[in-house]
């Protein structure tokens, strides 16, 4: 695995990067990137970002706002925050299995007398609170996992500036944002800065002391290409925040898999303008399934006949047909 130095802070071009190393590096080679964002909302591919933050609080403090290749919800970062990301070849030892690749975090902190521990669906935690949470992307038989580490954030911005909805509080019977998460720093038995506990999480993932002199260093060509994607996409209105019209029926329901919302228009008894959101995961983008649902009819056998015309599970984990068909009719 090669380790690929990364120093910029600016979440716009981190997220770039990602997709450019996935994309057109090697793909027999697998890389791994630790970086660090300036005060951010990093939001899932799959959310409505108007829906998932606090938008006075964000523009009061100058907070950036950039969506995400993966699923999953939508997150805080701020420079006492660690992101590690890890391009690999896509097979079924490490589809959709988190815990495999949150286990170097959870080594790492052991060797520093932290006992954490993988918890539900894509999260790492101590002593039952939030630490870290985990999404991934998939594509061309490859896979993209990434994950944060709060390793000393300022938590009461979380608390702030992320509408959390009270469903999935609820869900996990906690009361508050706050309450459910913390950083790692208070349970370090002997403190150190996040560049010390970044140097000591390479170690662990490469093996490899000396990894510093073998790390991949970005080119020219790289950084041109990086912030050229940077600023056609991540820097973008479009892709941040996208166009939402008005609907006239709103349903949200949370499964196994994570909460999904329908939003869509019911015309002459035709369905027209859905948009799927969530915070689930999947290998595919689900504005096929909104494509292939517009202009059928608005009927349960209808729809649910369409939705078996295609790999499902491919895209939504933990969230079955019946569960959509529950969301949508009932």
Not at 184 to 200: A, R
Not at 275 to 299: A, C, V
């Amino acid at each position: 695995m090669i380790s690929i130095r990364n120093q910029s802070n600016d979440p716009r071009f981190n997220l770039a990067l990602e997709e450019y190393v996935f994309y057109h590096f090697n793909p027999d080679q697998e890389y791994v990137i630790l970086w660090q964002n300036e005060p951010s909302v990093i939001v899932g591919r799959n959310q409505n970002t108007i829906e998932e933050i606090n938008y006075k609080f964000i523009k009061e403090h100058n907070i950036n706002v950039v969506r995400r290749m993966s699923g999953g919800g939508a997150v805080y970062h701020d420079l006492g925050n660690l992101n590690y990301t890890f391009i690999v070849n896509s097979d079924q030892d490490v589809s959709s299995n988190f815990k495999k690749f949150t286990e170097p975090v959870v080594s790492a902190l052991a060797k520093l007398g932290v006992q954490a521990a993988f918890s539900g669906r894509n999260d790492i935690t101590i002593d039952g609170r939030k630490f870290s949470g985990n999404a991934q992307h998939y594509a061309k038989n490859r896979l993209l996992h990434h994950g944060t580490i709060l390793f000393n954030s300022d938590l009461s911005v979380v608390q702030e500036a992320l509408n959390v909805k009270i469903d999935k509080l609820q869900s996990k019977g906690i009361k508050s944002v706050r309450s459910r998460v913390t950083n790692v720093y208070p349970y370090l038995k002997e403190k150190i800065t996040v560049d010390e506990f970044k140097d000591t999480l390479l170690k662990f993932i490469l093996n490899d002391d000396e990894y510093k002199e073998k790390e991949y260093i970005l080119t020219e060509a790289d950084l041109a290409a990086v912030n050229d994607l940077m600023n056609r996409k991540y820097q973008t209105w479009e892709w941040n925040y996208g166009e939402s019209p008005a609907f006239e029926v709103e349903k949200s329901q949370r499964f196994e898999g994570g909460n999904l919302s329908l939003k869509f228009n019911v015309k002459a008894g035709v369905l027209q303008e859905l948009r799927i959101f969530g915070d689930y995961f999947g290998r595919e983008n689900t504005s096929d399934i909104e494509k292939l649902l517009i202009n059928n009819q608005f009927q349960e056998q209808v729809i649910r006949k369409v939705l078996q015309s295609i790999e499902f599970g491919e895209y939504f984990t933990g969230i079955s047909i019946d569960n959509f068909i529950e969301c949508m009719f009932y």
